[in-house]
């Protein structure tokens, strides 16, 4: 299973359609605190809808405490600052894909630690920082599914 990681997510829609994402294609999601919102907020649940009973999904007081709960997994640091493409990784099952708050991204000491990790989804227009972090998340989570594949085909 694929895991999905929102480090200290700040917009309830965000999460929300996230959460949905993860629901759709049987996705883990952490949630690493601190989070900007409550996780009974009314924004949270009308964006995941009636798909909250469908989550698998935990939350964690910190990115430390799950990268130690999950000692042997391999986490893929979703960054604007990383020079490797998502379209060249190699994704395997049970991988972690990592994703920073809204406004700031992955703290830079963390990117820093671990710059072999950084993926980055290509932009061609330079006047644009970074892509909306639901769209950032389904991009590289149906590449990993592509990849993998872990989800039926439509037919």
């Not at 929102?6 to 605190?33: M, S």
């Not at 900007?36 to 909250?52: H, I, P």
Request: with cysteine; charged share 20%; glycine share 6%.
């Amino acid at each position: 299973m694929l895991q999905v990681v929102l480090v200290e997510p700040e917009i309830p829609p965000n999460t929300g359609n996230i959460a949905r994402l993860c629901a759709a294609t049987g996705t883990f999601l952490h949630l690493v605190e601190p989070l900007g919102f409550e996780l009974s907020d009314k924004t949270l649940k009308r964006a995941g809808m009636d798909y909250w009973a469908h989550v698998q999904w935990k939350a964690w007081p910190s990115l430390q405490a799950l990268r130690a709960a999950h000692s042997s997994g391999r986490f893929h640091l979703f960054t604007t600052k990383a020079k490797k493409s998502y379209l060249d990784a190699r994704f395997q099952d049970g991988d972690f894909l990592v994703f920073g708050r809204e406004t700031k991204g992955l703290p830079e000491p963390l990117l820093a630690q671990y710059p072999d990790d950084c993926l980055a989804i290509p932009m061609s227009n330079p006047h644009i920082r970074s892509l909306n972090l639901a769209t950032s998340a389904g991009i590289a989570l149906y590449e990993a599914l592509r990849q993998i594949p872990q989800i039926p085909s439509a037919s």
